[in-house]
């Protein structure tokens, strides 16, 4: 199993960037599909993005495509999301999630991740 705990998370204008960063303190990092999502206050969690084992593989929600970038670094158990040109409709908390299965199916599924960290929010102001 894995332990994650994001940070990054602040307030910032529109226009602006932000990086979050997901440390996973487990073993076996490599293992694990990472994908970020984001709740918004009285609103589901949502997926924002995904990426594979090997990070050859990502995948974006369209509201982020574009302006998102996931990246991960395995030797440092880090999972990172640099966003960009934020946009009020983008305050939520952000969540970094740890997923055991097959890429194809679990990348863009919120039920299919395992593990979850605490949250880290973002706040973009207009």
């Known amino acids: 199993q894995v332990q994650l705990i994001e940070s990054g998370g602040g307030l910032v204008q529109a226009g602006g960037s932000l990086r979050l960063s997901c440390a996973a303190s487990?073993?076996?990092?490599?293992?694990?599909?990472m994908g970020w999502f984001r709740r918004a206050p009285g609103k589901e969690r949502e997926f924002v993005a995904a990426i594979s084992r090997n990070g050859d593989k990502i995948y974006y929600a369209d509201s982020v495509k574009g302006r998102f970038t996931i990246s991960r670094d395995n030797a440092k158990n880090t999972v990172y999301l640099q966003m960009n040109t934020l946009k009020p409709e983008d305050t939520a908390v952000y969540y970094c999630?740890?997923?055991?299965?097959?890429?194809?199916?679990?990348?863009?599924?919120?039920?299919?991740?395992?593990?979850w960290g605490q949250g880290t929010q973002v706040t973009v102001s207009s």
């Open positions: 487990g073993r076996s990092f490599s293992s694990y599909v």
């Open positions: 999630a740890a997923s055991i299965g097959l890429w194809e199916v679990v990348s863009q599924l919120r039920n299919a991740y395992r593990y």
